[in-house]
């Protein structure tokens, strides 16, 4: 329950800090770069420049970090 | 300690589901794992189980994998199936027969899961069934009170697509009654009443030539027209060919058939004063003229084709009993279109037609040259 407090929060932390690019790492090992757009806490949106817009479920992922760099824009 | 063998099941789930998952490794360092679906020279789709289908483009792949077998299209015309790597921008394809096939990925056309690969084939030989797009559409008018009048347009086009034919049917209706004017003493009378229908064929014997084969019918009550027919075939040329426009070049031969009955001419020894009689003759004509699509953005098409049948013949249009009048016919049909998509199956439709005969049959009144009918009307588009 901590974690996904912890997780919820981080989200709402990269949306905030947009201009930042964030890694979403996956339960699976997989990883995804971009910008968070949105997320409903069951959904995750990401910005990616490489596929567009990713929906993921939230479920699947493990962790978010905002890697400091600036989003180009 | 149940917990901890909870976890190291779980663990263990995800590593085997990620072993026996195809993976793509960015050139950012992602990763991303799941079933390669297909890649069509630009993008590649990847179906996850967090994300579902996800296009990625290709430019952004540094390597790949996959556990399954995939159809994968290179750009000699070969097709090799089984597991594929790509590394360093080398594919490597493990075929059953062949043993390992190496070759630079630049030589990769297409990549296809069995399923598409199916879908694939299927489109290749279609059913006369399969492969058909088109639409209907239809515009309706009605006033009542002072004015009483009703006014209905339908129409439908259906064309199935091979890969080196096309089948085309189309048809038009207009039919319109006055049965009140406001202050105009007249009676109830219908004020259109026409059908245009058809179909053709085309084959392409090479990628820019085509044989076409071509039958129309027309009937119209107001002009006492009980039947035309044109049947005619030729061969085109596809001058344009591109995603967006295209433009067919026509030129061909036509036999054209028609049948008036009850065409009124005036008596010139009454009583009565008006006499009936029927018509029908035939005749042999060029066929030349044009096909031209273009999209206009997302949702509009501009559709224009114009037909134009100068008779070989001479033809008698003359009263019976009147003096000959053989004259030499030309008919015409141009018609612009243009298809605003609203909704994924709906449209809203503009059309203007007219069919043009230089010496339209004796009359009293005498008929006009041309027929023009501006449609407008919603379309309802569909596939299968």
């Known amino acids: 329950m901590e974690n996904r407090i912890l997780l919820v929060l981080s989200v709402l932390l990269a949306i905030i800090g947009s201009a930042l690019a964030d890694q979403v790492t996956l339960k699976n090992g997989d990883r995804l770069s971009g910008t968070i757009a949105k997320s409903d806490g069951k959904t995750l949106v990401l910005k990616t420049d490489y596929a567009g817009d990713v929906t993921g479920q939230f479920d699947a992922i493990q962790g978010i970090t905002s890697t400091g760099e600036r989003r180009s824009v | ?384």
């Open chain 2, 1 to 384: 300690m149940k917990k901890t063998k909870m976890l190291i099941v779980l663990a263990i789930g995800v590593f085997c589901s990620s072993l026996f998952a195809d993976q793509i490794v960015l050139k950012n360092g992602d990763r991303l794992s799941g079933a390669v679906i297909k890649f069509d020279a630009k993008n590649l789709v990847i179906k996850t189980d967090y994300a579902g289908e996800v296009t990625v483009d290709w430019s952004a792949v540094q390597d790949m994998n996959s556990t399954k077998s995939l159809h994968v299209g290179l750009k000699s015309g070969q097709t090799v199936v089984g597991p594929l790597a790509v590394k360093e921008g080398k594919l490597e394809v493990t075929t059953k027969d062949f043993g390992i096939l190496e070759t630079p990925a630049d030589n990769i056309v297409v990549i296809r899961d069995d399923a598409n690969q199916l879908a694939y084939e299927k489109s290749l030989h279609p059913g006369f069934g399969q492969g058909w797009a088109g639409g209907a559409n239809l515009g309706f008018a009605l006033t009542a009170g002072n004015s009483e009048t009703k006014n209905l347009n339908i129409g439908f086009n259906a064309t199935r697509t091979g890969l080196h034919d096309k089948l085309t049917l189309y048809e038009t209706s207009i039919y319109a009654t006055t049965s009140k004017l406001a202050l105009q003493p007249i009676p109830s009378q219908t004020t259109a009443n026409s059908n245009n229908g058809g179909m053709r064929y085309d084959h392409d014997f090479t990628p820019r030539v085509f044989g076409f084969g071509a039958a129309d019918f027309f009937t119209n009550a107001l002009q006492d027209l009980d039947l035309r027919y044109i049947l005619g075939g030729g061969i085109g040329l596809h001058a344009i060919k591109t995603p967006n426009t295209t433009l067919d070049l026509l030129a061909g031969i036509n036999y054209t058939h028609e049948s008036f009955s009850d065409l009124m001419q005036t008596n010139p020894t009454p009583p009565p004063t008006t006499l009936f009689y029927d018509h029908s003759d035939s005749s042999a004509a060029l066929t030349v003229g044009d096909n031209f699509t273009h999209k206009l953005g997302k949702n509009c098409m501009f559709t224009q084709s114009f037909l134009l049948y100068p008779s070989f013949s001479q033809t008698n249009i003359a009263f019976p009993g009147a003096a000959p009048d053989n004259v030499r016919i030309l008919r015409g049909a141009f018609n612009l279109g243009l298809v605003t998509k609203l909704y994924k199956w709906l449209g809203w439709q503009v059309t203007l037609a007219d069919v043009f005969d230089n010496h339209p049959l004796a009359s009293n009144p005498p008929l006009e040259r041309n027929d023009i009918t501006l449609a407008t009307g919603l379309n309802i588009s569909f596939t299968h």
